[in-house]
């Protein structure tokens, strides 16, 4: 176990060697700051047509545009489903005095950090792609491979170095996020809330951005995942990464055409984009079933990856 430890923090002291590893974490920064930045000034120039209504008419111009949704859909549909949970939650604002988060609010701006997930996928995919491929390009695979460490112990400690340079980099949104809402939007009092199909329940605000940002690392993983297994496999970063990008972005548009057949629900890119939980998922299936699919995909893939890796010659 502490040769495998090791392994992890040689390939962390590598990551962070790399200038591109800084390069994306100031991208992220200036990203954050930049459209925190725009949003602010976009705000302050909507505060009278926002204000116009009160949080209650605001409320019951919500519970009115879900019944109208309500009553134009089938029973069965998840538009329908979603409908009831909007209404249940907009209702228990209005009976609790609860009120929503205000646009351009600092609750209502840090849930919209989740957006920025789309930028972190894409350097997930560019570190994951690389981080074995470039050894075997570089031909440096072969000094790691005289090394007493096996074989599993090599690969997996690339893998798991991904892995933490995910959390590390969506830790950093997190910070970034909160300094920024800080500087640029007013703090307020929120009170998140949840449906579970019977009863309301509520929760501390920061728990809505925790959730978010806790799905939104599912298709982080995911994406990362699909993207090492293919760069082990073809030893190409590139390819790695061009084949990951079009997973990335061709599959949302893929799965709204095919989210009608019953079959669509055994598809890995129907859950992988698992943030579709907290509104309305492309297939009517619940979390915990989105979590297994996407866990059988991942055990198939790694037993793709390790066969091959194990099998096949590395001294390049």
């Known amino acids: 176990m502490g040769s495998f430890v090791n392994l992890v923090r040689n390939e962390w002291m590598k990551l962070m060697q790399r200038k591109s590893t800084w390069i994306m974490s100031i991208i992220l920064i200036i990203a954050v700051f930049g459209i925190f ?41 998840l538009e329908y489903k979603n409908a009831v949970e909007q209404i249940e939650l907009a209702q228990y604002r ?143 970063s590139g390819l790695a990464i061009g084949i990951t990008m079009f997973l990335s972005f061709a599959t949302l548009p893929a799965m709204m055409m095919l989210r009608k057949y019953e079959w669509a629900k055994y598809i890995l890119f129907a859950h992988n984009e698992f943030s579709m939980h907290l509104s309305q998922p492309f297939v009517d299936v619940t979390p915990i079933y989105s979590l297994i699919v996407i866990l059988v995909y991942l055990v198939i893939f790694h037993v793709l990856m390790y066969t091959s890796f194990k099998k096949r010659d590395i001294a390049v």
């Open 94 to 236: 209005l009976d609790e005095g609860l009120a929503p988060a205000e646009v351009g609010s600092f609750w209502h701006v840090m849930n919209t950090s989740s957006n920025f997930f789309s930028l972190i996928v894409l350097f997930v995919i560019i570190v994951a792609s690389g981080i074995l491929a470039h050894e075997f390009q570089k031909g440096t695979i072969k000094l790691l491979a005289i090394r007493p460490a096996t074989r599993t112990k090599l690969l997996y400690s690339k893998y798991v170095t991904v892995l933490l340079f995910s959390v590390a980099i969506a830790l950093l949104l997190l910070v970034s996020s909160l300094v920024a809402s800080l500087i640029y939007f007013p703090y307020d009092s929120y009170t998140h809330l949840t449906w579970n199909g019977e009863a309301v329940s509520e929760w501390p605000a920061i728990f809505w951005i925790l959730q978010s940002y806790l799905y939104a690392m599912v298709n982080v993983v995911v994406m990362g995942t699909i993207a090492f297994v293919i760069g082990a496999l073809f030893r190409s």
């Open 37 to 77: 930045g725009v949003l602010k000034w976009d705000y302050s120039h909507r505060e009278e047509s926002v204000g116009a209504n009160t949080s209650e008419q605001r409320l019951q111009q919500q519970i009115n545009t879900y019944e109208a949704q309500k009553s134009e859909a089938e029973p069965s549909s």
